[in-house]
């Protein structure tokens, strides 16, 4: 069913909820951006090596530790050295993509051609490393990032651009056609967008079925995509975990689909227990923050309620083990700024901004967590599946 405005019910939805909800932090204010800066995370990261050059790994390496303490310009200054002295070096082009995407999220205002400099550097590593599948994911996914803008502003190239993104998963998918999350990519594409943008449901369903004869639970996320927005998707996860079993994947969509229901108890019980069953869950601390401050547009009467749960929960993803990477800590940092902000404690919020500033000049202002394929070193690189299309 499409919108008002030409967008999929889902896509008009989610850009209302984001455009309503504080989405950029800017520092005495919030901008109104785009809801295409919403990261949720639906699996477990996979791991991968990177066959690095040996000339240029040190170089490399040491402008991700840069980066990663907060010296971002330092870093993207000795990247471009490394490129002078040897144009052709893959991993230093998909090290610079990282820190331009990095400096891009912690701009105070949105700058499509900043984003253009990250795909640049992405193209650049992907030519000269044609058979890395990393580059080639990094690669995709910033061209459905680049997509998702123009859907957002309703531009004309939107077919364009989604046509891009799909041959771009599907050269991941040559790469290795066992990226389950490249296949979760392009159903969300072909399921959500009308055909005007590149949908195609019936490709949607081809892919699925292709995936569950792969994967139990990346089949069932797969299926999950086709039902329709109306369905009891509590009850759908249910029945999974009697055929797959109780584990933590399972625990956060049942978490999600509570939510999504507005059933706070059970939401935060299951994202709990996820977070419980396997640490690296701990990212659901922060759609449970995000979540309380989307429920104060709905329940303002609770505004206060909300908002001390959301910094518990933040507290919570800070205080947790193993400690967290100081760009996701300055980040944690903005959000209680923002919560501050939002309950009109003006002096606690620029303090707190202040904290994450220092930490890292370049923190992440968008309300949506970022992606860890940004932070992990250059040679543990973490494919992430994040959908665009839902709120947490």
């Known amino acids: 069913m499409k919108s008002r405005i030409g967008l999929p019910k889902r896509i008009e939805t989610i850009n209302n909820i984001q455009l309503n909800s504080c989405e950029w932090i800017c520092c005495s204010k919030v901008n109104l951006l785009l809801s295409c800066l919403l990261i949720i995370v639906l699996f477990p990261p996979r791991m991968y090596g990177i066959d690095v050059a040996k000339g240029s790994e040190r170089g490399v390496f040491e402008a991700y530790e840069l980066r990663i303490n907060g010296e971002t310009e330092k870093a993207e200054a000795l990247l471009d050295e490394i490129l002078k002295e040897d144009s052709t070096d893959a991993l230093a082009y998909f090290e610079l993509a990282r820190t331009k995407h990095h400096e891009f999220l912690g701009g105070t205002q949105f700058s499509a051609e900043e984003w253009k400099e990250v795909m640049h550097a992405l193209q650049k590593a992907v030519r000269y490393a044609p058979d890395n599948e990393i580059f080639a994911f990094y690669y995709a996914y910033s061209c459905f990032f680049n997509a998702f803008i123009s859907m957002m502003r309703q531009q004309p190239d939107v077919g364009e651009k989604v046509t891009l993104t799909c041959d771009a998963f599907k050269n991941v998918l040559k790469l290795n056609p066992d990226c389950h999350e490249a296949q979760l990519y392009m159903i969300d594409i072909f399921n959500y967008l009308p055909a005007e943008m590149g949908g195609d449901k019936e490709k949607a369903g081809i892919i699925a079925a292709e995936l569950n004869t792969r994967d139990e639970l990346y089949g069932a996320m797969a299926d999950a995509r086709l039902l329709p927005e109306n369905s009891d998707f ?14 933590a994947q399972l625990m956060e969509e049942l978490g999600r689909a509570y939510l999504l229901k507005s059933d706070t108890e059970n939401g935060t019980k299951y994202f709990q227990d996820a977070i419980r069953a396997d640490i690296t869950r701990r990212y659901l601390y922060m759609h449970l923050v995000r979540y309380h401050i ?66 890292d000049p370049y923190y992440s202002k968008a309300m949506g967590m970022p992606s860890s394929m940004l932070y992990c070193p250059p040679d543990e690189v973490k494919i992430q599946y994040s959908s665009f299309f839902m709120p947490f």
């Open 294 to 359: 989307l429920s104060i547009q709905q329940d303002p009467d609770a505004k206060a309620a909300h908002l001390g749960k959301a910094i518990e929960l933040t507290n919570s993803y800070m205080q947790s083990t193993p400690e967290i990477l100081a760009p996701l800590k300055a980040y944690a940092y903005g959000i209680l700024s923002l919560i501050k902000m939002i309950g009109g404690e003006e002096s606690s919020s620029n303090e707190y901004r202040e904290m994450a500033t220092a930490l």
């Open 234 to 247: 509590v009850m759908y996860w249910q029945n999974i975990e009697k055929e797959a079993g109780h584990n």
